[in-house]
C-alpha cells in the first residue's frame, strides 16, 4: 500500500476519466434515383446518309435528265410519218374541191373527170365540161356536144341527148331538144305542164351509148368509154339462170371464133344473176374470154336499168364512134352478119 501511495505522489494528478459519450446515430441521406454516367455515343449512320447513296442519287438524277428526252425523241423518230397529201395540181391542170370535200373535179386539156382527193380517179376524164355533183348525185355533163346528167356511181343516170340543160332545182332540170324547151324530173321523166311525167328516153340504133364503169371478174375497173376509138363494144346481157341466153352465149362464142383474128370487138357479158357462185361457175364451164361483171342485182342491175333492159337475152353493138348501130337478141343470121361487117 505504501509503496502505491508513493508511486501515486510521484505522478503527476490524472484527470478523472471522462464520461464515455455515445456518438450521435448518423442520418441517412434521402434515397435517390440512381444515375449511371454513360459516356456519349455517335448514332449509327444510315445509308441514305451515306457517300454511295449520294453518288447513286446524283447517277439517278442525271440518267432521268437523259432518258426522258431521249424517250420523247424516239418516240418522235419512230412514229408512222403522215401521208403527204395528194397534190391534185401536179396532176391535172385544173383541180376544183367540191363542197364537200371529199373529190375533185378535175380536167386534163379539154376533158373533165371526178379524182377522190387521196388521188384515185373514180370517174374518168371523158366529158367535154362537168359540173359538182348535187344533192340528188346527179351531176350536169357534157358528152359528144350534148347534155345529160351522171350519177355519182359513174353511170348515165339521164342520157346525153339534150342540146341544152341546166342544173336541177327543186327536183326538177330545165332542158331543150331540138326547138322544145320542158323540165324533167330526176329519172329523165318529162313533166307535162299538169306536173305529171311522161317517159322520153329510150336507146335506139344512131343513139350514143350511155357510158357506165364496171369491175370485171378478176377484181379490174374499166369504162364503156375507154373503147371509143379502139373496139367495136358487144354489150350482152344474160343470165347462168336463163337457159335460152346461155344457148345465145355459146352460139355467140362459135361465131366470134370465126372472126376474132380479124375483127377488133370486146364483148362485155353483163350477168343479171344475184348468185356469185352460179354466175361464176357458169362462166368458168363456157370458158369464155370475155369480160364479165356482175353487180348481184337482178334485174336492178344498174348497168341494165341504165339500158332499159327488160327481157334477155338483149344485144347492144357499139361502134369506133360509141354509137349503137344494133339493139336486140342478135343471133343467128344477124348475128353472123354483124360481125362480118365489122
Known sequence: EEANR??????????????????????????????VATTPTEPKPSFLDSPLWTKLRKGLLIGLALLIPAYFVY??????????????????EQCRLSPEGDYYLVQRG????????????????????????????????????????LHRSGNMAIQAIYDKAGPFKNGRAQVTLGNETFFIDEKGNRIDQGGGAQAITGLS???????FSFVDVDGETYQLSQFKGYYWVLLNFWASWSSPTQRANEELLREYNKVSNNVKLIIINVSLDDDRNAWLKAIDKKGYDW????????????????????SIPRRFLINYEGQITYTGDLRGSDLQQALKNL
Not at 291 to 310: G, N, P
Open 6 to 35: 508513493r508511486i501515486n505522489e510521484l505522478l503527476p494528478a490524472a484527470e478523472p476519466p471522462k464520461a464515455r459519450e455515445t456518438p450521435a446515430p448518423k442520418k441517412k441521406p434521402p434515397k435517390q434515383d440512381r444515375i
Open 75 to 92: 418516240r418522235w423518230a419512230s412514229a408512222p410519218a403522215k401521208p403527204k397529201a395528194w397534190d391534185c395540181e401536179a396532176n391535172y
Open 110 to 149: 379539154r376533158r373533165f373527170g371526178f379524182v377522190k382527193t387521196n388521188g384515185t380517179q373514180f370517174i374518168s376524164t371523158v366529158f367535154e365540161y362537168a359540173e359538182f355533183f348535187q344533192k340528188n348525185d346527179l351531176a350536169l355533163v357534157q358528152l359528144k356536144d350534148k347534155w345529160g346528167f
Open 205 to 211: 340504133v344512131g343513139q350514143y351509148a350511155p357510158d
Open 291 to 310: 369480160l364479165h361483171t356482175c353487180d348481184l342485182k337482178k334485174w336492178r342491175s344498174d348497168i341494165a336499168e341504165l339500158y332499159q333492159v327488160k
